[in-house]
């Protein structure tokens, strides 16, 4: 265990402290990271209530990829500064959260799954369920979630 982890970050405090966490591990076990960073470019709730022109819904989308990418050097940064030596892979998805990690942990063999318990996600976790909720429910590795 703990030699490929994959580490959603979203730039809240609990992401950074399992990006910590993976990277202590990591190096204990000579294991590598994938640190994932997921875009959901519409929030379900609003959708249902509001039509957004397709202009507004593009230039939200592009900075919500600027800061996903953001997010991504910032966690690059943070694993340097901490002298993390093992192999680091940056991904930037499009789409569900919880959906999107498990996809990755699948396709890179992840042995493990290191997230925070609660992201940036707001009203929409209070009414549909923490994304860590849900990637501990239906994950096929074991995930350590972090406060």
Same mark, same amino acid.
């Given at each position: 265990m703990f030699q490929k982890i994959v580490v959603p970050v979203d730039g809240s405090k609990t992401a950074w402290k399992a990006l910590d966490t993976a990277a202590s591990l990591a190096g204990k076990y000579g294991g590598d990271l994938v640190v994932v960073n997921v875009v959901e470019p519409y929030d379900a709730i609003s959708s249902m209530s509001m039509h @957004?022109?397709?202009?507004? =819904? !593009? /230039?939200? @989308? /592009?900075a919500m990829k600027k800061a996903s990418l953001d997010v =991504?050097?910032?966690a690059k940064a943070r694993l340097e500064k901490a002298g993390f030596a093992g192999k680091a892979d940056f991904v930037e998805k499009e789409g569900n959260a919880a959906e999107l990690i498990l996809s990755v942990a699948r396709k890179e063999g992840a042995d493990s799954v290191v997230m925070?318990?609660?992201? =940036?996600?707001?009203?929409? !976790?209070? @009414? @549909?369920?923490s994304v860590s909720t849900k990637v501990?429910?239906?994950a096929e590795i074991p995930v350590l979630v972090v406060k």
């Amino acid at each position: 265990m703990f030699q490929k982890i994959v580490v959603p970050v979203d730039g809240s405090k609990t992401a950074w402290k399992a990006l910590d966490t993976a990277a202590s591990l990591a190096g204990k076990y000579g294991g590598d990271l994938v640190v994932v960073n997921v875009v959901e470019p519409y929030d379900a709730i609003s959708s249902m209530s509001m039509h @957004l022109d397709r202009v507004v =819904l !593009e /230039k939200a @989308l /592009k900075a919500m990829k600027k800061a996903s990418l953001d997010v =991504l050097d910032d966690a690059k940064a943070r694993l340097e500064k901490a002298g993390f030596a093992g192999k680091a892979d940056f991904v930037e998805k499009e789409g569900n959260a919880a959906e999107l990690i498990l996809s990755v942990a699948r396709k890179e063999g992840a042995d493990s799954v290191v997230m925070g318990s609660r992201g =940036l996600s707001g009203i929409t !976790e209070f @009414l @549909l369920g923490s994304v860590s909720t849900k990637v501990t429910q239906y994950a096929e590795i074991p995930v350590l979630v972090v406060k």
